[in-house]
């Protein structure tokens, strides 16, 4: 059995198939991790997610921001940009069955030492620490007013974490880390304005995964989200999008023994 962990895919549906061709994955002995992002900006987010939720407990996914987004737009908690690419899922006649299943996917998976995550995770939070405050969104998520929260999670503050933190602020600062964190301070606070490369840190900020004293450090973190930074391969960190969306590659890992596998993007954006 082999473990691929897998960048963020955002639509790219035959991207994606020829990556598990050069990878050998076979659904019967193999498990796919995916960083989140299976859909929005590429060209088949439709077909991304039925294969994704196809795969049953061959493919373990987390939950991306744009993902996240989709299920806003979905339930007029958001309106689409310009640039969105979700018509299809919107008009599909199992988009009920693939939005109930998406809505009950992670927020954070650990197994083996390996903790995944879209974005990243705060400078105070352990490994432990950040799965009870997945759950906590994850349980607002699953629960029968979900419409609620989905109607009170966007937004940009609170900045940083407080742990008397309550109620949608409390759950909307663990959305935001997860699934939108680039750079933040070395207390935590964080910064959703740029999107660059690492040396594009505005004065007083830094790379969340090199914040000094990070609590999470004792795992290797696989995150997604950052195509600027692309493929970071480092001790405690797997660093997995390449921005294939954007014209780059779409990456995998082995987890077993790190071997690397990419295929370029079939398109150019």
């Known amino acids: 059995m082999a473990t691929y962990a897998i960048g963020d895919i955002q639509g790219c549906f035959e991207a994606l198939q020829r990556l598990l061709a050069k990878c050998g ?3 019967r002995h193999d498990q796919l991790w995916l960083v989140g992002d299976l859909v929005n900006r590429g060209p088949q987010s439709l077909e991304v997610l039925r294969f994704v939720k196809n795969l049953g407990a ?4 987390v ?5 996240l987004h989709l299920l806003m737009v979905a339930e007029d908690c958001a309106k689409q940009s310009h640039d969105d690419t979700l018509g299809e899922v919107l008009a599909a006649s199992d988009r009920d069955e693939l939005l109930t299943w998406l809505r009950h996917q ?3 998976h650990v197994a083996n ?6 974005a990243g995770l705060l400078p105070q939070w352990s490994i432990s620490q950040a799965q009870t ?3 906590e969104v994850e349980t607002a998520l699953r629960a029968s007013n979900y419409r609620k929260f989905l109607a009170h999670m966007r937004g940009s503050e609170p900045k940083s974490w407080q742990d008397d933190l309550t109620g949608w602020p409390r759950l909307r600062v663990v959305v935001n880390a997860m699934t939108r964190l680039r750079f933040c301070s070395i207390d935590g606070e964080m910064e959703f304005r740029s999107k660059g490369e690492v040396g594009s840190a505005p004065p007083g900020y830094l790379p969340w995964f090199e914040t000094p004293q990070r609590r999470s ?3 290797t973190l696989i995150t997604g989200h950052w195509s600027a930074l692309g493929l970071k391969l480092m001790p405690d960190l797997l660093a997995l999008d390449s921005g294939c969306f954007w014209g780059g590659q779409l990456s995998a890992v082995r987890l ?3 071997t690397v596998f990419q295929v370029e993007a079939s398109h150019t954006p």
């Not at 939950?63 to 993902?67: A, Q, S, T, V, Y």
């Not at 030492?113 to 879209?118: D, I, T």
């Open 133 to 135: 405050l997945a759950s």
């Open 63 to 67: 939950l991306g921001n744009h993902d």
């Open 25 to 27: 994955f076979k659904q």
């Open 217 to 219: 450090a004792g795992s």
């Open 113 to 118: 030492n390996f903790a995944m995550v879209h």
């Open 58 to 61: 061959a493919a373990v996914t």
């Open 256 to 258: 077993e023994d790190r």
């Open 106 to 108: 992670p927020l954070m």
